[in-house]
DNA sequence: GCAAGGTC
């Protein structure tokens, strides 16, 4: 082993025999993430140009400062290497990154081409896996390269235009409204965020209670009260209940027309994602989702846990699981379950269906009492293992009954629930499933007299304002970030000051400032068609790039549209820039 | 001073 000029990066040197070259002469090293970044030449730096011109300019790539000693390794050990294998994640940003390190180590040695680079497929590190990856290679991948160009550009061109527009123009035309100490970003990630919390917070605010009516029934058998509920929920309109109650009112008795007892299960876990971490760690601890990525990251660099920043939700056939479960035998909390679970209770984890291609699930690696951990990385650890002794479980087991009365033309309905069998819940406190109250033994058909029936009324009530397991959910679900990086979009709009943390008892909850507010109305009312605050052009645009790799569409040609779209949009806003102006003075006004 | 992506 020798070092190498950045602290963080060993060079390897060993022999190994691949099956397609022989014996070789093998220098293994790393890198640590990208390697090279996008920007503007110099003449189209910050105030050098209009911000407009950004769409047509020429586009570099910069090794920053904190990366030259990465390219520099790279470059040392390529010289004089007759081939290059890349064993980066098996995903976009991996192979683009592959690419990186294709064009670091040309800059000593220009033998290397994607001629004679190879690149291993592999998404863990068991042995048998990474040897068969060594056996096994294959080339980099085109298509993934050109789409991760495309977002980098598309983003850098979006970006740094509008945020220049943005920061410029309102701070200029707000002078002593606006804190002209602030930068006013616009990304494609950012705002869809923004957008959300934006949304939420109008709903609240112009939410109008509706009144609502519902029947209720009440039988008393067995000395038991059970109380029924109505099929239809609730009316909204108060003749059409009351005409409906005085029908059934004339019926003393309800008669059983279904009555069933079937087995019903409450499912473990699937296997641990870093968004179902996040989520999670936000909603049972109050934890942030960057607090709990962070702690996360503390324990995979500490060798407590595997790799946090995971999208699948499946374990790859040869991992050796039970092995990991006897590791968590000895805790003094958890220790008796995981000893359980290796005596026979062990069960298969469920398989979902994602897949990144290049992490398993978040795991518990080695064993820890939590002495010299953080309280967040305690908590997160506790968590991790305790959601994975889950995942190796067997579901909970229950029996649930459901009766249906018929009370003249109206159905009404109660169930209840026996919790037969705990199993994963015993490990997993944060899920609830609780037995109800046993049901009196009604019988098909008969004729059951009715202790109470009313006519109830109720108010709907408001949404309630957005927590971070839901954002965090939302941009999953819109495909708004990656895994790594959705709680960086969350920090940065709180960094920026469009939204603002408010504390609950329920936990945190996000608002918009009024800058916030005030961007996403003015930017909506600018546009028609098209909308930088909701989460579609970034959709279409992950669209795109799914083509390029797909190979349906070449980089340049979505290049070329995108450009053209966001050049149009920006010729919008920056014609109409009195209507951000007009929106910030009218949310501010509204507010006093 | 700008994005979003990777990561110790």
């Excluded at 059934?248 to 279904?258: D, G, I, N």
């Amino acid at each position: 082993m020798r070092q190498s000029g950045n602290k963080y990066i060993k060079n390897w040197d060993f022999t190994f025999q691949f099956a397609e070259h022989g014996q070789c002469n093998v220098t293994m090293t790393a890198v640590v993430g990208h390697i090279t970044s996008l920007d503007f030449p110099a003449q189209f730096g910050w105030g050098k140009c209009n911000p407009g011109q950004l769409f047509g300019a020429p586009i570099v790539e910069k090794v920053p400062d904190d990366k030259r000693s990465v390219a520099q390794n790279i470059a040392n050990e390529a010289r004089g290497a007759a081939k290059l294998m890349i064993w980066t994640d098996c995903d976009r940003e991996g192979e683009y990154i592959g690419w990186e390190i294709l064009q670091a180590a040309r800059q000593s040695n220009t033998a290397l081409t994607e001629e004679n680079t190879w690149r291993a497929q592999f998404s863990h590190l068991e042995t048998q896996h990474v040897c068969h990856a060594a056996a096994h290679p294959v080339r980099l991948d085109r298509g993934a390269i050109d789409a991760v160009r495309a977002r980098m550009e598309v983003d850098l061109r979006t970006g740094a235009s509008f945020s220049r527009f943005l920061t410029e123009g309102m701070k200029r035309r707000l002078r002593g409204e606006l804190n002209q100490e602030a930068t006013l970003s616009y990304g494609l990630c950012q705002f869809p965020t923004l957008g959300f919390v934006c949304d939420r917070y109008t709903r609240v605010r112009l939410f109008v209670p509706e009144p609502f009516w519902y029947l209720e029934l009440e039988t008393r058998k067995e000395r038991v009260k059970t109380v029924l509920s109505w099929a239809r929920t609730r009316v909204f309109d108060r003749l059409v209940a009351t005409v409906i109650f005085r029908q059934c009112m004339q019926l003393l008795f309800a008669t059983v027309t279904h009555v069933a007892t079937a087995p019903t299960s409450k499912w473990r876990p699937l296997p641990l994602t870093t968004v179902e971490l996040q989520k999670n760690c936000a909603r049972y601890f109050k934890m942030s989702g960057k607090a709990a990525l962070d702690a996360a990251e503390q324990l995979y660099l500490k060798g407590f846990v595997s790799y946090p920043r995971t999208e699948t939700d499946s374990f790859p056939r040869a991992m050796d699981l039970r092995k990991l479960v006897q590791r968590q035998t000895q805790s003094a909390v958890w220790g008796a379950y995981a000893t359980e679970l290796g005596n026979g209770k062990f069960s298969d984890p469920r398989v979902g269906k994602h897949d990144d291609k290049a992490h398993p699930p978040i795991h518990p690696v080695v064993f820890t009492d939590g002495s010299g951990l953080s309280a967040s990385e305690k908590k997160v650890y506790e968590y991790i293992v305790r959601h994975f002794l889950a995942c190796c479980s067997q579901d909970a087991k229950g029996s649930q009954t459901t009766v249906t009365l018929q009370w003249g033309p109206e159905k009404f309905s109660a169930s209840g629930l026996t919790v037969l069998e705990r199993n994963f819940l015993d490990v997993f406190p944060y899920v609830k499933w609780a037995s109800s109250k046993v049901l009196p033994q009604f019988v098909h058909g008969e004729e059951v007299a009715l202790s109470r029936a009313e006519l109830k009324s109720g108010v709907t009530a408001p949404p309630q304002h957005m927590t971070e397991p839901e954002l965090i959910a939302l941009m999953d679900a819109n495909g708004i970030g990656t895994d790594a990086t959705i709680a960086d979009h969350i920090e940065k709009v709180l960094a920026r000051e469009y939204v603002v943390k408010v504390a609950a008892r329920s936990g945190a909850l996000f608002v918009p400032s009024e800058l916030g507010m005030a961007l996403v109305k003015g930017f909506d009312a600018m546009l028609e068609g098209v909308s930088l605050t909701k989460p579609f052009l970034r959709k279409e645009l992950e669209c795109d790039l799914g083509a390029v790799v797909a190979g349906r569409k070449t980089k340049d040609a979505v290049l070329a549209t995108t450009v053209e779209k966001f050049r149009a949009v920006f010729a919008v806003c920056a014609s109409k820039q009195a209507m951000l102006v007009a929106s910030y003075r009218e949310v501010i006004k509204e507010n006093q």
